[in-house]
């Protein structure tokens, strides 16, 4: 570090300034050379991506159950006439067992009463179906 000594003019005689320059000449390369030597930080997440070797396993078409509910409350299991609840709740029941399960299609009429849709889709969710839709063909009415 160097001095600046005045030439002795003022009345206190010698004047005393540090200067800081190469102070921070050498702060700034100290910064510099610890930021060099930081090992790079990488933010990774590890993914496991699908290589050829694997194939997707073949796509298997759901079985689909066609539930017609009739304006007077008659069910149609795909199209046949169902004689009462409890033939019914056993179809729903064989349904249920199977695995995977089929999709259960509920077209109801569009004059049918609430109720009688309300107790087949009950009684399917009580036998354990999952997989089970509404289907509205009505179109504009």
Do not use: C
Request: proline letters at 7%; hydrophobic letters at 45%.
């Amino acid at each position: 570090m160097s001095m600046s000594v005045g030439t002795g003019d003022d009345e206190s005689g010698v004047m005393v300034e540090l200067n800081t320059t190469p102070l921070i000449d050498v702060m700034l390369v100290l910064i510099i050379m610890f930021i060099i030597t930081i090992p790079v930080q990488t933010h990774a997440v590890k993914l496991d991506m699908p290589n050829s070797k694997n194939n997707p396993p073949p796509l298997v078409e759901p079985v689909v159950v066609e539930l017609q509910v009739d304006f007077d409350g008659t069910v149609l299991w795909n199209g046949n006439v169902v004689s009462n609840m409890g033939q019914l709740n056993s179809y729903l029941a064989d349904v249920a067992s199977q695995v995977p399960q089929p999709e259960i299609h509920i077209r109801p009429h569009k004059l049918v009463k609430y109720d009688y849709v309300a107790k087949v889709m009950a009684s399917a969710q009580r036998l354990g179906l999952k997989k089970m839709g509404l289907i509205n063909d009505s179109i504009g009415g």
